[in-house]
């Protein structure tokens, strides 16, 4: 492999499938009793299940290698003997491979790669080994660990199951959705557009910027639910918004928020850019059709107006902001 290859970002997932092509594949071939019931690819914690790694990110937890998901025990389709026995033989795989060196099988778990229970897996991500969640579930599971349990590939999956859990974490339901898009919608009017400059009238820069912050981190959540699509961990959060098909151009926006002064001109700036981004947002909320008949040009307006559209009376009962990320 070209230096100049393994220098590119997203490097993890396609060196992944190549070390399973060339020794994971035949390594099956000893297994014939169970392979059909495995499945196999790269998923969960890592820059590399997102395709974000890169030269920095690879200084720690990167190596060659991918994660097998085995049935539960108690279903009898592949046994503790014969997870045993693929422990042993993942371990035997060769240590090198393309200049990365793979490190050895940890006895005492917290792994990532190697054969994993498909159940202990999604248990360690959203706390349901089958991905059926309840709506208070999907109201306070951190949203970071529901991207970690859908994102990566899925090289092969014979038996379905991993495929099948992933179809039903793939995102929120609609009603959840809404929830928490009334309760993002509702802290970019009370952050950016309301306290910012109350805040910063009062002489308080350090206090306006985290309003900013606030706002930033509404917006963005609003944006994602948008795009139907869990933001990721926050160190890739304007990484992944820049990826986004619709309103993804915003993140210049709210980066400049976070990173410029609040002295009386770059106040002046910040308050138009957070009217503008607030406009955009209302306005795919509208084009979407999630606020009813609702046309105004109110973030809290609109809130309420997508909380009235939840069918589900105990969702759309709880308070605005029970699905929201922070205030």
């Avoid at 099948?164 to 898009?181: H, M, Q, V």
């Amino acid at each position: 492999m070209a230096e100049d290859e393994k220098k590119k970002t997203g490097y993890g997932l396609a060196l992944s499938w190549r070390y399973f092509e060339e020794f994971g594949i035949p390594m099956l071939e000893s297994f014939p009793g169970i392979r059909d019931f495995l499945a196999v690819g790269l998923a969960g914690s890592g820059s590399e299940c997102f395709g974000y790694d890169d030269e920095v990110s690879r200084d720690h937890d990167f190596e060659p290698g991918f994660v097998l998901f085995l049935p539960s025990e108690k279903s009898g389709l592949v046994s503790r003997r014969d997870a045993f026995l693929l422990e042993r033989a993942y371990d035997a795989l060769p240590r090198e491979f393309e200049g990365l060196s793979r490190s050895r099988m940890n006895p005492v778990g917290g792994r990532r790669r190697g054969p994993l229970r498909t159940e202990e897996f999604f248990a360690s991500k959203c706390g349901s080994p089958d991905g059926r969640l309840t709506a208070r579930d999907w109201l306070t599971l951190p949203e970071h660990a529901l991207a970690e349990a859908v994102n990566g590939e899925i090289f092969a999956d014979p038996f379905g199951e991993v495929t099948e859990i992933r179809r039903r974490l793939a995102f929120y339901p609609e009603d959840i959705r809404l929830k928490k898009l009334a309760g993002a919608l509702l802290l970019m009017k009370q952050a950016g557009i309301y306290n910012y400059p109350r805040i910063l009238s009062h002489g308080e820069e350090a206090g306006a910027q985290l309003a900013v912050f606030g706002f930033v981190r509404a917006a963005m959540g609003a944006v994602f639910l948008l795009n139907r699509r869990y933001r990721p961990y926050y160190k890739w959060q304007f990484r992944a918004m820049r990826e986004l098909g619709r309103l993804g151009d915003l993140a210049d926006s709210l980066e400049f928020l976070m990173t410029t002064g609040n002295g009386p001109e770059d106040a002046k700036t910040k308050n138009a850019v957070i009217a503008d981004a607030s406009a955009l947002i209302l306005s795919a909320v509208r084009e979407d059709g999630l606020a009813g008949d609702w046309a105004g040009d109110d973030p809290e307006e609109a809130a309420y107006a997508v909380n009235a559209e939840i069918r589900d009376a105990e969702i759309r009962n709880l308070h605005v902001l029970a699905g929201a990320e922070g205030e």
